[in-house]
Nanobody, 123 residues
Framework: QVQLVESGGGSVQAGGSLRLSCAAS????????MGWFRQPPGKEREVVAV???????IYADSVKGRFTISQDNAKNTLYLQMNSLKPEDTAMYYC?????????????????WGQGTQVTVSS
């Protein structure tokens, strides 16, 4: 059974930093495409950052220059370093994995999801 387990969320003040982690385990726990999405209250799930095995990176415009996605293949772990956090970054953050080969921005292209970790940024 495939599992994606996020950790690292929490509450911070604007300007602060957090690092999210996503540990993948189970059958086929190494994926060509993995990424982070978020869902603010009352809104649709949106891409934050995704990457694929070819090195293609996609960042949402709203996080460019502030967030960095990275992966430790030896640990089957995906990370999201979030700096200069803003109140509008407040959301449930989800780790996702795709059975495809190209990083895409649509959450509909991702097959596996973690349970989510809450990030709350206060002004």
């Amino acid at each position: 059974q495939v599992q994606l387990v996020e950790s690292g969320g929490g509450s911070v003040q604007a300007g602060g930093s957090l690092r999210l982690s996503c540990a993948a385990s189970g059958y086929g726990s190494r994926y060509n495409v993995m990424g982070w999405f978020r869902q603010p209250p009352g809104k649709e799930r949106e891409v934050v950052a995704v990457l694929d095995a070819a090195g293609r990176l996609i960042y949402a415009d709203s996080v460019k220059g502030r967030f960095t996605i990275s992966q430790d293949n030896a640990k089957n772990t995906l990370y999201l370093q979030m700096n200069s956090l803003k109140p509008e970054d407040t959301a449930m953050y989800y780790c996702a994995a795709s059975l495809g080969f190209l990083a895409t921005m649509s959450f509909k292209d991702y097959n596996y999801w973690g349970q989510g970790t809450q990030v709350t940024v206060s002004s």
